[in-house]
């Protein structure tokens, strides 16, 4: 989206989670967390690149779920960064309160291989087999719809493939899962390391850079 537009969609998105907020408190049901995740996500990345989004260099666009790699892009000086929202869909439990991402799809950060035993082969991609570009954001929408505040944990596309192939392939490699599934759950302590580490824009290449800095 071209940035005449830029002051525009930031009303729009703070009016639509504004309405979520009071529709969720209302019902005091669940309801469609994935769509606030990516709003949420949205929304804070319009704030963190407000200087080049809004300048004339500067466009965004807004994909969803009509996109399976992607849900937002931002570009600047004819760069891009790609990120992909990921929302709690669990509430915390009583007994732990730290946020959850059920249902994540391990295919993304691993190689899986079913044997005709059944069993799950699962191997680590090349150390050179990522995306410099994309970024994964675990947005904590549970919390948010609480309190209105949301927590943003940033990983690259090759941290993530580190992180949490290891960990599919330490908890599934050589075992049998129901109807074959490959997903699996991200848990507070994979990213907590990771939070607003947001990726900056630079001529040559991408660094991570935490607010404040």
């Given at each position: 989206m071209k940035n005449q537009n830029f002051k525009k969609w930031g009303r729009l998105i703070k009016k639509v989670l504004n309405d979520c907020w009071e529709f969720r408190s209302l019902c005091e049901k669940p309801f469609d967390r994935g769509f606030i995740g990516e709003l949420?996500?949205?929304?804070?990345?319009?704030?963190k690149y407000k200087a080049q989004l809004g300048s004339t260099r500067g466009e965004f666009f807004y994909a969803g779920s009509s996109n399976a790699e992607w849900d937002i892009k931002l570009r600047f000086n004819g760069k891009s960064i790609l990120f992909d929202a990921k929302a709690t869909t669990t509430p915390a439990s009583k007994s732990d309160s730290r946020p959850k991402w059920v249902r994540q799809k391990a295919r993304n950060f691993c190689n899986?291989?079913?044997?005709?035993?059944?069993?799950?082969?699962?191997?680590?991609?090349?150390?050179?087999?990522?995306?410099?570009?994309?970024?994964?954001?675990?947005?904590?929408?549970?919390?948010?719809?609480?309190?209105?505040?949301?927590?943003?944990?940033?990983?690259?596309?090759?941290e993530a493939k580190s992180i949490f192939g290891k960990k599919y392939k330490k908890d599934h490699d050589g075992k049998i899962r129901r109807n074959d599934t490959a997903d699996f759950h991200v848990e507070y302590n994979d990213v907590k390391n990771f939070k607003d580490r947001y990726p900056k824009f630079q001529a040559t290449k991408l660094r991570h850079k935490k607010i404040g800095e």
């Open positions: 949420l996500v949205l929304k804070r990345l319009l704030e899986i291989k079913i044997g005709k035993d059944g069993k799950q082969h699962v191997s680590l991609f090349s150390k050179n087999n990522f995306n410099p570009n994309l970024f994964y954001v675990f947005v904590d929408v549970i919390v948010w719809l609480e309190n209105r505040h949301a927590n943003y944990y940033i990983l690259s596309d090759k």
